[in-house]
Antibody, heavy 118, light 111 residues
Framework: EVQLVESGGGLVQPGGSLRLSCIVS????????MDWVRQAPGKGLEWVSYISSSGSGKYYAESVKGRFTISRDNARNSLYLQMNSLSAEDTAFYYCARDGGTWNNDYWGQGTLVTVSS | QSALTQPPSASGSPGQSVTISCTGT?????????VSWYQQHPGKAPKLMIY???KRPSGVPDRFSGSKSGNTASLTVSGLQAEDEADYYCSSYGGSNRYYVFGTGTKVTVL
């Protein structure tokens, strides 16, 4: 069974940093591209970042470029999102999602909530 | 990276059909056959329902179908059932910079 489990969310002050993790199981992690997608409470989905299967290719939404860094450890079946210079606009549920191969996300984690507030 | 445009809401009675539109541009929806649709129930993670415009993942009922014409993609849910009441989002690949965009979302209500 494919599983993706995010962790690392919480309350952080504006300007602060947070590192999200996503541990996967049930498939060969190193064969798949991965994404982070976020959803502000009561709002729609927003793609945040992509990473290739090897980790060499990375892309970011304009809203997070220069502040967020995606990475992965294929030996640990883990995906990460380092978030710096956080603002209230970054408050959201953050989902890790497996890329199905043609710009779709076929499996999702349950999400972790990041709240940026003083 | 503007969001794709979807109607805020749609509704239908059990057994009826409902169609949701997803309008993009010639740089995303109109340029690639990489439109996907997701269903999201309250408090749950999104679920992939349609990919590559019209393909259904294993386990998704054939009541769900997708299509595309020009810059607009559509999701049709036939034979509406109570469990189809949810939010639906489209998405599309937008090209060179791995530009990936979601729609604004549509709340489907089963009357």
């Amino acid at each position: 069974e494919v599983q993706l489990v995010e962790s690392g969310g919480g309350l952080v002050q504006p300007g602060g940093s947070l590192r999200l993790s996503c541990i996967v199981s049930g498939f060969t992690f190193s064969n798949y591209e991965m994404d982070w997608v976020r959803q502000a409470p009561g709002k729609g989905l927003e793609w945040v970042s992509y990473i290739s299967s090897s980790g060499s290719g990375k892309y970011y939404a304009e809203s997070v470029k220069g502040r967020f860094t995606i990475s992965r450890d294929n030996a640990r079946n883990s995906l990460y999102l380092q978030m710096n210079s956080l603002s209230a606009e970054d408050t959201a549920f953050y989902y890790c999602a497996r890329d199905g191969g043609t710009w779709n996300n076929d499996y999702w984690g349950q999400g972790t909530l990041v709240t940026v507030s003083s | 990276q503007s969001a794709l445009t979807q109607p805020p809401s749609a509704s239908g009675s059990p057994g009826q059909s409902v169609t949701i539109s997803c309008t993009g541009t010639s740089s995303d929806v109109g340029a690639y056959n990489y439109v996907s649709w997701y269903q999201q129930h309250p408090g749950k993670a999104p679920k992939l329902m349609i990919y590559e415009v019209r393909k259904r993942p294993s386990g998704v009922p054939d009541r769900f179908s997708g299509s595309k014409s020009g810059n607009t993609a559509s999701l049709t849910v036939s034979g509406l059932q109570a469990e189809d009441e949810a939010d639906y989002y489209c998405s599309s690949y937008g090209g060179s910079n791995r530009y990936y965009v979601f729609g604004t979302g549509t709340k489907v209500t089963v009357l």
